[in-house]
C-alpha cells in the first residue's frame, strides 16, 4: 500500500513539475524572455536591450590594423590569390587560398591552384613546400591541388568537421565550386587537411546551373544541429548571398536568399563575399564580413584613386577591374537567416597612397582566430586578416587586424552617462563576469530586477560597487549579502548604468564552490 502511496505521490511531484514548465515556457514566450543559462552573450546587436536611458548607444568597434601575414609572391600566386580560409587547428593555424596571378595588362593569367600555409601563433606564416602537385616542372611548392577530374576550383573552404558523427577520414571537409564543366559546388573531405578527395564526382549542390564565383562556405552547426552552407546568388544582377542546409553534407535543402532587417544588397553595394560562420564564443551567433562591391564608374575621384596607370590597363580587359572598389562589412544574425547589417564599414580602404582602393581589397578572410598579444602585457586577442594590393603591383598580400576578445561592438555611454536595461533573461549560475572598459573616470554599475522592474534586495544598484578599469572576465559583486544562486532559475532583468564606459559581453558562471550544490 505504501508503495502504490509512494508511486502516486512521485506521479503528482512530476506532473506538478511538469506543469510549472509549462507555465514558464508560456511566461517566456509571453514576455520575449531569453533562457541565456550560462552562454555568452556579446552586445553586437539589441536582442537583449530592451530599454535606453540618456547618453548611451550601440557602438562598432573597428579592428586595428597590424602586421603583413603573408605576401603572395610565388610564380603560381601574384595578384590574384584570395578566398583565405583561416583556423586553429590543435597548436597550429592553418590557412588556404586560391592562388592565382592575374597580368595588369590583360596577358594570360596562371591557372587557379589551391595553397596552403600554417603558423604557430597566427602571426608569422609559412609555406611548407608539400612536395603534391607539380608547377612549371617542379613540385617545390605549397599547392595542396590544382585540378581534380577535368575542373580546377575557384573556391576552396575548408573546415574542421565538429558533428560527433564524423569519422577520423573525413575530419576535414571542405566545399569549393568548379572553374569549367559541371558547374556548381563540389564537397572534399580530408583525414589530415593536405590530402584531399572529393565526396563524389558529381557536385553536392546545384541551382538552375549558376556558376558560384565567389567564396562559397559551409560548416556544421552545433546549435542547428545540422550543416549550413551560404553561397552566392545574383538576384536583378545584383549579387547577394542564399543558405542551404543538410544533415549529411551531400544532400541540401535551399532555404532562399538573406533576409536583413535594415537594407538589403542593392546595384550600388552589392555583397562579394560572405565569410559567415558561428562565433567560438557564442556559437548561438554567427558573424559574417562580406565584402561590399561598389563601382561607380569613371569620374575626377576614381581618376584620383592610387595607382591609375595599373587602373587603366585592368580596365582595357574590363571596365570594372579599373572602377571598381571594396572594402569589408559586418553581418550577425540569431537564426542563420536573418540578419542585422551594420550601417557603416567594418575596414576601409584607409588612407594609403600604393595600390589601394581597388577591386579586391579588404576580402576578410574566413574566419576569426585568437591569438596571443604581440604585447606581453596584454590577454589574448582576436586576429582577422584581410587582403591588399588585389590586382594590383606584382603580388598580392594578407594583413593581420586584431580586436580585443568579443570586442565587435558594444553598448557604450558618454561622459554624460545613460543605462540600459536587458528583457527578461533566465540565467545558471552563482557568479556573473563582464567584458568592460572605462576610463579613468569612467564606471560601469549592475541592477538586478524582478520581472516587473523591481530592484531585488540585496542586487540593488546601491548593492553593487563602482566598477572601474579594463578586463575581459570581471567578476561582478554585490554587497547586499546574498548569492547570485539564490536567484538562478528565476526570470530576471539587467540594469546597466554607464558613464564614460563600453559592456562587450557578459555571461553567468557556475564557482567551484558552488557547482556541485546546483
Keep these: 500500500m505504501n508503495y502504490h502511496k ?24 509571453a514576455q520575449g524572455t531569453a533562457d541565456i543559462g550560462n552562454r555568452l552573450e556579446i552586445f553586437i546587436d539589441k536582442y537583449l536591450v530592451a530599454d535606453m536611458k540618456g547618453h548611451v548607444e550601440l557602438r562598432l568597434h573597428h579592428p586595428v590594423r597590424r602586421d603583413i601575414a603573408i605576401v603572395h609572391d610565388q610564380p603560381w600566386e601574384g595578384i590574384g590569390s584570395g578566398y583565405h580560409t583561416i583556423f586553429k587547428d590543435g597548436d597550429k593555424y592553418r590557412m588556404y587560398y586560391k592562388s592565382w596571378h592575374i ?33 612549371n616542372g617542379s613540385k617545390q611548392n605549397n599547392i595542396i591541388m590544382d585540378k581534380i577530374l577535368d575542373y580546377g ?13 564524423a569519422s577520423t577520414e573525413t575530419r576535414y571537409k571542405a566545399i569549393g565550386a568548379s572553374r569549367k564543366t559541371n558547374k556548381g559546388i563540389f564537397g572534399f573531405v580530408s583525414s589530415d587537411g593536405i590530402h584531399w578527395k572529393l565526396v563524389q564526382e558529381q557536385p553536392i549542390f546545384l541551382e538552375n546551373g549558376w556558376v558560384f564565383d565567389t567564396q562559397n562556405i559551409a560548416f556544421w552547426s552545433d546549435y542547428e544541429q545540422q550543416y549550413v552552407m551560404y553561397y552566392r546568388r545574383v538576384v536583378d544582377d545584383v549579387r547577394t548571398v542564399a543558405r542551404a542546409v543538410s544533415k549529411d553534407f551531400i544532400h541540401w535543402k535551399k532555404e532562399g536568399l538573406f533576409k536583413f532587417e535594415n537594407g538589403e544588397p542593392t546595384k550600388q553595394e552589392q555583397f562579394y563575399t560572405n565569410q559567415i560562420q558561428p562565433y567560438f564564443r557564442a556559437p548561438h551567433i554567427y558573424i559574417g564580413f562580406p565584402a561590399r562591391y561598389v563601382d561607380r564608374g569613371w569620374s575626377a575621384a576614381t581618376r584620383a584613386l592610387p595607382s591609375l596607370d595599373l587602373r587603366l590597363l585592368r580596365a582595357k580587359t574590363q571596365q570594372r577591374y579599373g572602377t571598381a572598389v571594396t572594402d569589408a562589412l559586418i553581418i550577425t544574425s540569431r537564426d542563420g537567416l536573418n540578419f542585422h547589417r551594420w550601417d557603416e564599414a567594418f575596414i576601409r580602404p584607409g588612407l594609403r597612397t600604393l595600390h589601394n582602393w581597388a577591386y579586391g581589397d579588404n576580402y576578410v578572410a574566413w574566419h576569426v582566430v585568437e591569438t596571443k598579444s604581440v604585447f606581453d602585457d596584454q590577454p589574448n586577442e582576436l586576429s582577422l586578416y584581410a587582403t591588399e594590393s588585389y590586382f594590383t603591383g606584382k603580388s598580392s598580400r594578407l594583413r593581420r587586424y586584431t580586436l580585443r576578445v568579443d570586442g565587435f561592438a558594444s553598448m557604450f555611454a558618454s561622459h554624460r552617462g545613460g ?4 528583457k527578461p533573461v533566465i540565467f545558471k549560475g552563482s557568479e556573473l563576469k563582464l567584458n568592460f572598459s572605462t576610463s579613468a573616470a569612467g564606471s560601469v554599475c549592475i541592477e538586478i530586477q524582478d520581472q516587473q522592474g523591481n530592484p531585488i534586495k540585496g542586487f540593488t544598484l546601491a548593492d553593487c560597487p563602482e566598477i572601474f578599469g579594463d578586463a575581459i572576465d570581471y567578476p561582478v559583486k554585490w554587497n547586499g549579502g546574498r548569492e547570485l544562486s539564490e536567484i538562478a532559475g528565476k526570470v530576471i532583468n539587467l540594469r546597466f548604468v554607464l558613464k564614460e564606459a563600453d559592456v562587450y559581453a557578459f555571461r553567468f558562471f557556475k564557482t567551484k564552490e558552488t557547482a556541485g550544490n546546483e
Design 6 to 29: 509512494q508511486k502516486i505521490q512521485k506521479i503528482v511531484v512530476r506532473l506538478f513539475l511538469l506543469l510549472h514548465l509549462l507555465m514558464l515556457s508560456g511566461i517566456c514566450a
Design 103 to 135: 597580368p595588369s595588362d590583360g596577358s594570360m593569367a596562371n591557372p587557379v591552384v589551391i595553397a596552403y600555409a600554417e603558423s604557430k601563433d597566427g602571426v608569422e606564416w609559412v609555406k611548407p613546400n608539400l612536395g603534391l602537385v607539380e608547377f
Design 153 to 165: 576550383c575557384h573556391d576552396f573552404s575548408p573546415f574542421i568537421d565538429a558533428n560527433p558523427e
Design 419 to 422: 543605462e540600459f536595461t536587458t
